[in-house]
């Protein structure tokens, strides 16, 4: 059995551990909480790059690949990602667990040392960024957020967030805009990152077989200069109850052979806050989050309106985002009956084979994560950022006692905020 403590280093800066010997490599993460804004997003996001780059001890990536095969070839990699409107820019590192090494050893202090020192020990030129590492990172995350695009299915749902949020700070994309990353220089950059440092909450995340106190040791003299900062706040998730008056229609033409439509309801205020998260979940489950739902089973095998349909839950901002790829010329029948599927659910013409169908697919899909240390710091870190600390088990013990009225309930909360179709160009 794994155990989990969580503890504060320094005011702001916490360490969850996830105390087990199931692992043949120790997991450690470093994550900075900050608000998801559009002006600092694009140069959050390239900031781990930039670090990664070099250290005053190890200024380029030739010597930082040297320190890692010391490791016995572990690995630190930038990370980017977005939970709820918090940014969260750091770094994910895996090293063979310390009960594994051939004489002994002990890695985890100088795993947590070189972590520390990509973070808070950069290679520098003049008092800030290397000109040169900068530049090479500009244009990677510019190429980054130009591909985006290459994926149509995700890119629509990016599309209706961005359209659906676009006074909220969801609507930004974690990597940024391409114009804020172009304006970026090693100067403003440099400023952005001690900014960083001063005020961004701090989660560090670590699953082995090291005692808890002897990860808090390691962890608390790596990041020791982390003690000299400031206010130190998570930030928070606006959540909007309502829709507009009318649902948005957002209409874009390109060169498809395929087209995608989305749509994105408000959950009424539903959120992993709520009493009613274990039932909203189930009804994303049972609507479209499995392959036993609804919108799979109906709108895309027995009636064959969509090449895809699927539903995802947006649990801190309290959104349903329903995915569909569709002929152009199924629009209106694909909407309706993706719309009919919610309003059946509402009604509570639930079958018993697919309430406990969503129970078990949920419940066997959270238990799997314990099973996988890179999904269980993403639970862990999605909590962090929500300030919860229910742990998977409980969950799955809430997932147990929903009923198909709950769900039911759940569903007649939702309402249709925004649809974003996009079509081919016409001929």
């Not at 916490?14 to 909480?33: G, I, M, Q």
């Not at 940024?176 to 970026?184: C, I, P, Q």
């Not at 959270?366 to 870190?381: I, K």
């Amino acid at each position: 059995m794994s155990q989990v403590t969580r503890r504060e280093l320094f005011p702001g800066v916490w360490l969850r551990a996830v105390h087990t010997d199931k692992f043949k490599s120790a997991y450690l993460s470093l994550t900075l909480l900050c608000p998801l804004d559009k002006d600092t997003a694009g140069p959050n996001a390239l900031i781990p790059a930039l670090l990664r780059r070099g250290t005053a001890v190890h200024p380029d990536m030739e010597s930082l690949s040297a320190a890692l095969d010391e490791l016995y070839g572990g690995a630190i990699e930038p990370s980017v990602r977005k939970k709820g409107e918090t940014q969260c820019v750091g770094f994910v590192a895996s090293f063979l667990d310390d009960a594994y090494t051939l004489k002994g050893e002990k890695i985890l202090e100088s795993a947590a040392a070189l972590l520390g020192e990509i973070l808070l020990n950069p290679y520098t030129q003049d008092g800030c960024f290397c000109p040169d590492y900068t530049a090479g990172e500009k244009q990677n995350l510019i190429d980054r957020i130009r591909s985006q695009i290459n994926d149509k299915r995700t890119y629509a749902t990016q599309r209706l967030v961005q359209e659906m949020c676009r006074y909220e700070a969801f609507g930004v994309d974690k990597l940024g805009s391409e114009e804020s990353v172009a304006a970026v220089t090693p100067q403003s950059l440099w400023q952005r990152y001690q900014q960083l440092l001063k005020e961004s909450a701090v989660e560090v995340y670590y699953s082995g077989s090291a005692d808890p106190d002897r990860v808090e040791v390691a962890l608390r003299s790596a990041l020791a200069p982390l003690a000299q900062g400031g206010e130190r706040t998570a930030p928070d998730c606006e959540v909007r109850l309502t829709a507009g008056p009318e649902p948005r229609m957002v209409t874009q033409s390109m060169d498809v052979t395929q087209g995608k439509l989305a749509l994105g309801f408000r959950t009424g205020g539903q959120t992993c806050w709520e009493e009613s998260y274990p039932a909203l979940t189930m009804f994303n489950a049972i609507f479209g989050g499995t392959t036993l739902s609804k919108l799979f089973l109906n709108v895309r095998e027995k009636l064959s309106l969509c090449y895809y349909a699927s539903s995802m839950l947006e649990k801190q901002k309290g959104l349903v985002l329903v995915s569909s790829g569709i002929e152009f010329d199924k629009f209106q029948t694909a909407k309706d009956e993706i719309l009919a599927q919610l309003e059946s659910i509402r009604r509570g013409e639930i079958e018993d084979w697919e309430l406990e169908g969503a129970r078990r697919t949920l419940i066997s899909g959270h238990l799997s994560t314990l099973d996988d240390q890179g999904r269980q710091e993403e639970f862990w870190l999605g909590q962090a950022a929500a300030g919860l600390d229910t742990t998977i088990e409980e969950l799955c013990a809430q997932f147990e006692t929903v009923t198909a009225q709950q769900v039911a309930e759940a569903a007649q909360k939702l309402e249709l905020d925004t649809i974003y179709f996009l079509k081919g160009k016409e001929g």
